[in-house]
């Protein structure tokens, strides 16, 4: 019979190894298979992206007391946008798929970008610096975010 920390070690270790190779995915997509991320398939996969931020990668210890709201513009190469919007109140991160009256921060990125920031292969300093994120409203909450998830780290 396993015990509740045997299966937790276990989900641990399979997390690990689907996050590994989605890190090796995107580290290896080219032109074409960017555009992946493009229409209904790519908005799923974007919409994945943010449950499972939530689920998995949340860190509910280091964010016990922030409360604050993130609205994230992911730009697709068709030109359009998916919208989702980040609530973090109380160690709790909620996912919305609908804008708040007044974020108190609007991230916007390319679909492919949001796809390296997530996997670990980029970070948000150097996409900002490249021009390739952009930041509207309290840059407090934007330099907070790096420390309540736990992203793909590269493997070294």
């Known amino acids: 019979m396993l015990t ?12 690990r190894a689907v996050l590994t190779r989605f890190r090796e995915r995107v580290d ?26 939530g689920a998995l990668a949340f860190d509910r210890e280091r964010a016990r007391e922030v409360q604050t709201s993130v609205e994230w513009r992911v730009g697709q190469p068709d030109g359009g946008a998916v ?3 980040m ?5 709790r ?6 804008p708040l009256a007044e ?7 390319a679909a492919e970008d949001l796809l390296r920031l ?3 292969l980029e970070d948000g300093v150097t996409l900002f ?9 309290d840059l407090g909450v934007a330099m907070k975010l790096p420390r309540l998830f736990r992203p793909g780290r590269r493997s070294r």
């Open 4 to 15: 509740p920390s045997a299966t937790a070690r276990g989900a641990r270790r399979a997390g």
């Open 28 to 53: 290896a997509a080219g032109p074409d298979d960017r555009r992946a991320v493009a229409g209904v398939r790519g908005r799923l996969l974007i919409a994945a992206i943010f449950r499972l931020a």
């Open 83 to 85: 919208l989702h919007t």
């Open 87 to 91: 609530v973090i109140d109380e160690g």
């Open 93 to 98: 991160c909620r996912i919305r798929g609908r």
């Open 103 to 109: 974020p108190d921060l609007v991230i916007e990125l």
């Open 118 to 120: 997530v996997a670990g």
């Open 129 to 137: 610096g490249r021009g390739r994120l952009k930041l509207n409203g």
